[in-house]
């Protein structure tokens, strides 16, 4: 049964009050505009800063203070150690065994060592299939991947794009063309949740089109992570990665993350650049001579773990484990849908919602298209304390996000934008 969704402010305070993750809000700090609390749906771009990360942070600088280089073992939670302490609820988020993530780099240098390891032309096999239009970091990074084992991007790069006149890319053509390409097929790379559309991949089905051709799959999740609920493990995906900045909200160029089944991780002959931290903990000081993988994608790290990076994600995770992703995705789906409802009413501004109307292809994001004034009214919401995205040349991106907005940011946003001529 649809939800009854009615347009006023009565019914939108009513179901904040009953929803039992309305409390998390309190957990977040919230920009102001003109002395309140702005209504952020920006969560998708940069997530709000949980409340304890300052305090966590202060500890953290302490710590070093105190100990200097003893903190390694020495610190509250030790720097040697550091980026296991979270690793079982990370991989809670991804649907992912605890060998089979890891926190390190940033997203596209995530990316790049997986490629490194994923993406090994051989013979006639070395095309790589991705999405038209993805985001340009990851572009780039296929583009030079392809480069740098000596092809040219316009041949071994199959793009798959929306039909003529239509924004979304069909599952069908994805499944086709990687069916189509086949034995000249290395790898599948496609952005979970497209950052434009808002659009969400069948990535199972991805992974066994893929696989069924000889071909390795993998997924950039910057928009996923902490958005879908997501079983990389039993959908037996290759390999993903994501950045924590966005839903995971863990701060401007926090840790990424990255994912790789354990068939791989497990495999020490499988081919991955070493680093003193993806050696075996147990020879790590050793100063030998020879890379041992430790077990898992934690080999593929190479740098020591950033811990000042890694205090807000740490925190962040704390809030993700209590609030716990079903939850949030049970009221993702009802805020959403009822942000979605709202702007239906909005019948006298010309734009469209480009994001999938079926809530399976979704996650919290919704675009509009504008075919005119749509940065007039991206300004007017700013001027209202309302904080959006806009995307060039003509995209309002908002997020409601579970675990801090609520119904009322909701129809606070729908008011505003009927109250525009
Ligand atoms: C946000 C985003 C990035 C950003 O990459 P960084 O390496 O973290 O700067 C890359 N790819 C996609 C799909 C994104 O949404």
């Known amino acids: 049964m649809p939800p009854t969704y009615e347009a006023s402010i009565e019914y939108a305070q009513n179901q904040d009050r009953i929803d039992t993750l309305f409390p998390f809000r309190e957990r977040f700090l919230f920009p102001q505009h003109n002395g309140e609390d702005v209504r952020y749906f920006c969560g998708n771009s940069l997530g709000l800063q949980p409340k304890s990360v300052s305090y966590l942070m202060e500890k953290e600088l302490q710590d070093w203070a105190k100990h200097g280089v003893e903190g390694h073992f020495r610190a509250g939670y030790p720097w040697f150690s550091y980026h296991h302490f979270y690793t079982d609820r990370l991989a809670k988020i991804v649907g992912a065994g605890k060998d089979e993530v890891v926190a390190m780099n940033t997203l596209t240098v995530n990316l790049h060592l997986l490629m490194v390891s994923f993406y090994r032309p051989q013979g006639k096999r070395y095309k790589i299939l991705m999405e038209a239009g993805a ?77 069924s051709v000889g071909a390795y799959a993998g997924f950039d999740l910057a ?42 991780g497990n495999d020490p002959k499988f081919f991955r650049l070493g680093g003193w931290w993806g ?112 995307r060039e040349p003509n995209v309002i991106r908002i997020a409601p996000v579970p675990l801090y907005n609520t119904f009322e940011d909701c129809y606070r946003f729908y008011e505003v934008m009927m109250e525009i001529a």
């Not at 990665?241 to 354990?262: F, I």
């Not at 704390?318 to 805020?335: I, N, P």
């Not at 959403?336 to 919290?364: S, W």
């Open 135 to 211: 985001f340009p970091s990851d572009q780039y990074a296929v583009e030079t991947q392809v480069r740098m084992h000596g092809f040219d991007p316009e041949d071994a790069i199959i793009e798959i794009a929306p039909k003529d006149g239509a924004y979304l890319i069909e599952h069908q053509d994805i499944i086709n063309a990687i069916k189509d390409a086949g034995e000249t097929l290395a790898l599948v790379m496609i952005g979970g949740v497209n950052y434009y559309t808002g659009q969400f991949f069948d990535l199972e089905s991805i992974t066994k089109a893929a696989h």
């Open 223 to 264: 928009h996923a992570v902490g958005n879908m609920p997501l079983q990389l493990h039993n959908w037996n995906v290759d390999f993903a990665c994501w950045c924590s900045y966005k839903y995971l909200n863990s701060g401007p160029g926090g840790v990424g993350g990255a994912y790789v089944h354990e068939r791989f």
């Open 279 to 390: 050696n075996d903990e147990k020879t790590r000081f050793k100063m030998q001579k020879g890379f041992i993988p430790q077990k898992g994608a934690a080999s593929w790290q190479i740098s020591n773990a950033p811990v000042f990076n890694m205090v807000a994600h740490n925190a962040s995770l704390d809030v993700f484990e209590k609030a716990g992703m079903k939850a949030l995705r049970e009221k993702s789906l009802l805020l959403t849908g009822y942000m979605e409802f709202l702007l239906k009413q909005v019948t006298h501004l010309p734009f469209e919602i480009i994001t999938p109307a079926d809530p399976a292809q979704r996650g919290c994001q919704l675009s509009m298209l504008f075919k005119e004034k749509g940065r007039e009214v991206f300004d007017l919401l700013t001027q209202n304390g309302i904080i959006a995205d806009w």
